[in-house]
């Protein structure tokens, strides 16, 4: 199954976008090529970029407290296991502290160090941070690996009360839905949103040997879906059958 995710508002689009930007820094940090450290330091810069939202972290904050506080609600209930929502309520508080204990824009300290700030202004630029264009960084790149992993995981570490709180918020908003298994008729899916309720996120499953590409759209009144199928040329005709699909809907 192939998963695909579409966010009902702007605020869950920057989230999903840097949810993305985290799982592949974390990857590529892993790894041993320079190359790779390369496109690893590329990563905390967009994900800078993205961060730069002035009401990002505003957001974050008021979500991790409308949680918390949705979540003690839930005490002494007996249908809830207790140990496991005083660990959430935990991970949540901390999540919270950290996050509120950064000053500045996300990233602030990347920016006081005038190194990372040569290769930031030129690493958009094709073949911009060549070794005559930035002796320093070529230098860099050709250091052990391990030194290189070093180095990233320190400037990486000002980018973790974000990541963090990203990764509980988004794990706690997937696990609201329940998936229903659905048919798209002659490759369309429409289905009316009760009134009232506010979903955030629509996940659906497709199977990979169906060949078929769901182009999504929702608001807060219906979702659409319409399926395609990608050919050898790369267009996407309009496919008009009826296909299966699991859609989860997430408040």
Not at 69 to 98: G, T, W
Not at 165 to 184: D, E, H, I, M
Request: glycine residues 4%; contains cysteine; aromatic residues 8%.
């Amino acid at each position: 199954m192939i998963l695909y995710e579409y966010p009902f508002n702007e605020r869950m689009r920057t989230y999903l976008r840097l949810e993305q930007l985290f799982r592949r820094l974390f990857e590529l940090i892993t790894r041993e090529a320079a190359v790779d450290h390369h496109f690893a330091l590329s990563t905390i810069f967009e994900i800078m970029e993205v961060s730069a939202r002035a009401d990002l972290k505003s957001d974050l904050l008021r979500d991790l407290e409308r949680h918390k506080s949705n979540f003690e609600n839930l005490h002494d209930n007996p249908a809830i296991a207790q140990d496991m929502l005083r660990q959430i309520i935990k991970q949540l508080d901390v999540c919270y502290a950290n996050l509120h204990a950064q000053t500045g824009k996300t990233g602030q300290p990347l920016t006081e160090n005038d190194w990372l700030m040569s290769i930031r202004s030129r690493i958009s630029i094709p073949g911009g941070t060549s070794s005559f264009d930035l002796p320093a960084y070529h230098r860099w790149q050709n250091m052990p690996a391990s030194r290189r992993k070093q180095d990233l995981l320190g400037w990486v570490d000002c980018l973790q009360p974000l990541a963090e709180s990203l990764a509980l918020l988004l794990s706690l908003l997937r696990g609201t839905g329940t998936a229903q298994k659905v048919a798209a008729s002659n490759g369309q899916f429409q289905q009316s949103l009760p009134a009232g309720k506010a979903y955030q996120l629509l996940r659906l499953r497709i199977a990979e040997n169906s060949g078929l590409i769901p182009e999504i759209s929702a608001n807060r009144l219906m979702v659409s879906v319409r399926l395609v199928r990608s050919d050898e040329n790369g267009s996407q005709p309009a496919y008009a059958e009826s296909a299966a699909f699991e859609l989860t809907l997430c408040a």
